[in-house]
Each structure stands twice: as C-alpha cells, then as structure tokens.
C-alpha cells in the first residue's frame, strides 16, 4: 500500500507512522514518498518517488491529513487505477472515510479486504486559444475559471454542448461533480448533488446578472466557457489592459487563462476510486455509511425528532445534534477514543484546521 501524509502537521506524522506500524506487523508491505519519507521516518517503509507510478501494483493509497492531502494522494492513485482512502484530520473532510479515533478498525478492515470499492466521477478539462490546445487537466471535484486580479471583473460566455448559454460579468464559474458539489461549489451557492447522480455543475462565482443560478446538466454533456476580457483604461486615460483569468484543478494544477481563452468541461475518461469501510447500523453490518448520514454528521444538522419508518430507529451512526458538540466549521468535535492511536489521535482531532493548501471540504 501507498502512504500519503500531511507531514507538515505533527500529528499527522503520528497517525501516519501508526498506520505504517499496524500495517507492517500484518504482513502488508507499505510504500512512502521521497519527499515524505524523512518526516515519518520510517525505515521499514519502500520509498518511492511521487510519480505517476507510485501506486502501481498498490492494493490501496493511504492518504492522512484533509481534503487537500486527499486530492494529493488522488493524483498517485487514479492512474494507478487502485482505490483511495482517507483518514481524517482536516476540517469537514468529505472525501474522508474514518477518523483517527477509528484508525484500528479502519485498519482491521483493511487487513481483512472488508472495505467496497465506489467509483467518483471526474472531469477533463481543455483549454483552447484559436481552436489550439494549450493546456489540458483533469479534476475530482472542480475546475474553476476565475478572475487573475482582484480588482477586476471577468466577462465570461458560458456554454452548454456547443450552443451558448448566457454572457455575464462574474468573478469565475465553478464547473463540478457530484462529489465537488460539497465542496467550492456548494460555497458559490450551488446545489449538494449525491455522489451516485451523474451530472456535471455550473455555479457561477457573484455574477451580475439576472439568470446566473446554478445549473445541473447532463454528464454526457460538454460545458464551456470563454474568457471575453473586458478593455480597461488606467486612470491617466492613456493606458489600456486586457482582464485575464486563470484556471484551477482541485485547488491544485493551474492554467493561465489570457483574453480569448476556452475552457471545456467533460466527463472524465478514468473515474477516482474511493474505499469505503464497514459501517455497523443497529444489529446490521454494512460497507459505508450513507451520503444522508454524511451531511448530518460533517455539518452538524438538527435530526432530533426524526423517527423514521413504522419499526425502524434513527441510525447509530446519526447521533442527534444535541448530543454532539460541533466545531466552527460544523463537524463534529468527538473525542479519541482509539486505544492504540492515543495521544496522537486526540492531537490530530485538535488540530484539524492545519490543512494543506488545495483541498476544499
């Protein structure tokens, strides 16, 4: 397996070393990246370079830390073509399966190959000047195009398969998948689509116009959008610029965008795939716990009075918003409670707003 770490966190090198512990006395042979491998200090660990090979023949990438590390490990993991799971130490942390409090159950599970592989959607991105191509990308949960320089506005075109759509003067435009649709799209004002729902996003970013809401289309669909780029005159009346913009993966890979640029966005060809562990409901085991509980849970949301079908309780994993402090984010504050992860799962839980630059909840 490939470990992926957060090592400029602390306590992410602490439950990433536990994990490589745990995992070693089960016989697993554990991976790390060169430029990590001095941080976790591990010298049981094969060290490899981060490259799109990292993963090769991997059962599974390990990624510690938030949502930011998470995308990280992403990159290593989709060309590979293995499945990604997340432990949890950043913020709300979607894109997460478990939590350190949980680290040697998650383990166990991993051990014992009681985990169900779930496919992501994603989306390839194009970017064009003069029917040209000059950069192409891919993402998991958003490209956005947005403004270069603060003080400017963009005036985009927005396209949906080939035919255009509406022109407005807008600070960027967020194109998403369901599983980004948690993430900087849904801070845009955009809709929570489930992961399971195959469509594609745009949510326009403070838009001055009458029709700029967000919009869910097809994911056979191809959207657009090209950079118009407004003239603007100094403040001497002599000088003239051109707005520009820029485009960004993930939070990750950037493209400069200049006047006459376009952007297109498609399904991607090779999906990301997220493992997903047991879950216990009641008496009844199962593999995950449902996207519903999800949102309760990572946002806090009020379910008390909930009751359900005739017969049936609320969920164990749901506990009731009075029951659970939330943070300012509003996940769940819970405590560690995982014997063997100690000290460094607590510190983990307490410093979860330490994450890497790049990822959104």
């Known amino acids: ?35 990590e491998a001095a941080e976790l200090g591990c010298t049981s660990a094969i060290v490899v370079p981060a490259s799109p090979t990292a993963a090769a023949w991997a059962e599974m990438v390990l990624a510690v830390g938030g949502d930011g590390t998470l ?10 073509g293995v499945p990604l799971l997340g432990v949890n130490l ?47 990308t891919w993402a998991l949960n958003e490209a956005t195009v947005e403004k270069a320089a603060r003080e400017r506005m963009l005036d985009l075109v927005i396209e ?38 195959e469509a594609l996003l745009m949510v326009p970013i403070s838009a001055h116009a009458l029709f700029a809401g967000p919009m869910v289309v097809s994911p056979n669909s191809v959207v657009a959008t090209e950079v118009i780029g407004a003239e603007l005159v100094g403040a001497d009346g002599s000088q003239s ?32 795939l997220l493992a997903r562990l047991p879950a216990v409901t009641g008496a009844e085991a199962r593999i995950g716990a449902t996207f519903t509980d999800r949102l309760v849970v990572k946002f806090g949301l009020p379910v008390t009075g909930w009751r359900g079908q005739t017969g049936r309780s609320a969920p164990d994993s749901v506990p009731s918003s009075s029951d659970r402090p939330a943070d300012s984010a509003g996940a769940t504050a819970e405590a560690a409670t ?12 307490a410093h979860r707003a330490d994450e890497e630059p790049g990822g959104h909840a």
């Open 90 to 136: 950043g913020h709300v942390g979607f894109l997460a399966e478990t939590e350190p409090e949980d680290l040697s159950g998650a383990v166990a599970s991993v051990v014992a190959r009681q985990y169900a592989v779930e496919q992501r959607m994603t989306v390839d991105v194009d970017v064009r000047i003069n029917g040209s191509q000059i950069g192409g």
């Open 241 to 272: 610029e051109t707005a520009g913009a820029v485009l960004w993966c993930d939070g990750r890979r950037m493209v400069e965008l200049p006047p006459g640029s376009r952007v297109e966005v498609r399904r991607g060809a090779r999906p990301v």
């Open 338 to 349: 995982d014997a063997t992860a100690g000290p460094a799962a607590g510190e983990a839980m």
């Open 160 to 197: 949906v398969d080939g035919r255009p759509l509406s022109r407005f003067g807008c600070d960027g435009v967020v194109f998403a998948t369901p599983t980004g649709s948690t993430a900087y799209a849904f801070s845009a004002g955009g809709p929570v689509v489930w992961p399971d729902v």
């Open 71 to 80: 995308l990280r490990a992403a990159e290593l993991a989709r060309p590979a």
């Open 1 to 35: 397996m490939l470990l992926v770490a957060h090592t400029g966190r602390p306590a992410a090198i602490r439950v990433a070393r536990i994990l490589l512990d745990k995992l070693t006395a089960a016989g697993i042979a554990v991976r790390v990246l060169e430029s």
